[in-house]
């Protein structure tokens, strides 16, 4: 975590390569939880990345690197997800029953508000803290510890309501 | 349904997405696609020049020559024609993204930015719902700045500093430019003619964000001893916000009403800090001084360690391994105001 934290840590494309190598399972682990699989996630890892070094230029203050890289990531993640939905949405026939009840554990948590997904994502998958969370997400630190309280509390509703 | 007893939300998340050990970093691929992207354009270059061949330019000297300078004229005329035309559109106002093919990644970009690099469009719940309105405008070590506010699409008020002569309300729909910030956001419950929602206050008592006065690149020389800034919105009632730094440094700055533009029962807060100097800690109180909410930061050892590096960075000195933080005391300020005590 040492690159995490590190704001002397230069914003170089090796700098970017480590914290790629250092995170990569983290990095993929969110990714795939937003994009809703694992070839989604890879990709969105591998394409945020390449972005993150092809638009290096305009890293600001606002965020630490890998905050800015983070977001990045999330946002491939998020776009891989939007495709999919579409290709999905395709796919489906007319005479295909689609079930609104929460069938499962990952319907209960898409059946989140996607804010709050994010956050616990970012919580429990990347470890990051309240400051990087808001930089990532385009929120305030205070208003993370609230997504993620009524993230927690919903999701742990949800639970109850459908266990035996 | 049957459901296995998920004893907690951590252990649900586990069974969600396991991690993943078999697959691979592979950077190599990284930079593969990096230079795809880098060769996007030159490759569409390419293709616009096979088109200008096989509408048939015959391949004589002289033509040649005469056709090159008409392109370069041509060229020329469409830069200044596109030039005049984004002066005269800045001018009305009504600028919108123009980032062709630099789209820009990271928390400056609005997330339908996208659009341009091939992703898909994603719901741009950042965006103004209403009119924009200036918080509070001053001057933080020789750069004039604005502080702006507004009700989102997404139902949040958000703002963001701008370090211009004026404000560019565009800028929040934008990827932004030097000088300019992304807004930061807060959940608020509000009536706006467009949205259906119940006309309360914030839902959070007290937020904020903080930057690099100049909002610069963070690798650029300058931004490295640059003072940072605080800015935020709190409850109507919040006269006071106290600002708690990681090394014991505390800025106390008076609250300000929102904007008539926002119409919202709430006011913001935001202070100058020293170079280097992380916040911790921010209190909103009321005119008696009560703690009416408050939000707090622990910092990890590592990051107290990086916060205390980049303090010294900006006082110009080498921070020895042992060094530990120190507290100091309090001080009063106007809003916008810049304690320096126990900061460098």
């Known amino acids: ?3 995490e934290n590190d704001p002397d840590a230069g ?9 790629y190598r250092d995170g990569f399972r983290r990095y993929l682990r969110v990714a795939e939880a937003i994009a809703g699989s694992p070839e989604s996630g890879l990709d969105a890892v591998q394409e945020g990345f390449a972005r993150a070094l092809r638009n290096l230029d305009s890293f600001r203050g606002e965020a630490r690197l890998s905050t800015w890289v983070w977001t990045c990531v999330v946002n ?4 891989a997800r939007s495709r999919g939905e579409l290709a999905l949405v ?8 689609v079930e609104d009840r929460p069938s499962g554990l990952s319907d209960l948590i898409a059946s989140l508000p996607e804010r709050q997904r994010t956050a616990l994502f970012l919580r429990y998958y990347a470890d990051l803290d309240y400051q990087a969370i808001a930089a990532v997400l385009g929120i305030r630190v205070g208003t993370v510890g609230a997504t993620l309280n009524k993230a927690q509390a ?11 | 349904m049957k459901h296995r007893d998920y004893s907690s939300v951590r252990e649900a998340l586990s069974s969600h997405v396991p991690e993943r050990r078999e697959i691979d970093p592979d950077w190599e691929d990284v930079l593969a ?7 996007e354009r030159p490759e569409r270059e390419k293709r616009r020049l096979g088109f200008l061949r096989a509408t048939g330019t015959p391949h004589t000297g002289t033509r040649r020559r005469v056709s090159r300078r008409t392109l370069i004229i041509a060229f020329v005329s469409l830069i200044a024609l596109i030039g005049s035309a984004l002066a005269i559109g800045a001018k009305l ?3 919108y993204p123009w980032d062709g093919d630099q789209t820009i990644y990271g928390p400056q970009m609005p997330e339908g ?3 341009s690099s091939g992703f898909s469009q994603v719901p741009q719940a950042n965006d103004p719902a209403g009119d924009v309105g200036v918080v509070a405008t001053g001057n933080w070590s020789g750069r004039d700045w604005v502080l702006a506010a507004y009700v989102s699409r997404g139902g949040d008020v958000c703002d963001g500093i701008q370090f211009e002569k004026s404000l560019d309300v565009n800028a929040f729909v934008r990827p932004a430019a030097p000088g300019l910030s992304p807004p930061a956001c807060t959940p608020v419950r509000v009536l706006h003619p467009d949205l259906a929602w119940s006309t309360e206050a914030l839902l959070t008592p007290i937020d904020y964000h903080q930057g690099i006065v100049g909002n610069l690149p963070i690798y650029e020389d300058e931004a490295q001893t640059q003072p940072g800034y605080i800015v935020g919105p709190v409850v109507d009632e919040a006269r006071v916000v106290r600002i708690e730094l990681y090394d014991g440094t505390v800025i106390e700055t008076n609250t300000v009403p929102a904007p008539a533009a926002l119409d919202l029962p709430m006011r913001f807060f935001y202070s100058a800090l020293p170079c280097g100097g992380f916040v911790v800690h921010v209190e909103a109180r009321d005119k008696k001084g009560s703690i009416i909410d408050q939000v707090s930061m622990p910092l990890s050892p590592d990051e107290l360690r990086g916060y205390q590096e980049t303090q010294a960075r900006c006082a110009g000195i080498t921070l020895p391994p042992d060094t530990t933080s120190t507290a100091t005391a309090p001080q009063s300020q106007a809003p916008g105001g810049f304690s320096s005590s126990g900061a460098p």
């Open chain 1, 1 to 3: 975590m040492a690159t």
């Open chain 1, 11 to 19: 914003t170089t494309a090796e700098e970017i390569e480590r914290l």
């Open chain 1, 76 to 79: 491939a993640a998020k776009g």
């Open chain 1, 90 to 97: 395709e796919e489906i026939s007319d005479s295909r029953i």
């Open chain 1, 154 to 164: 919903s999701l742990r509703r949800k639970l109850k309501e459908v266990s035996p």
């Open chain 2, 33 to 39: 696609r990096e230079r795809l992207l880098t060769l």
């Open chain 2, 93 to 95: 106002g009504v600028l």
């Open chain 2, 113 to 115: 930015g996208y659009e």
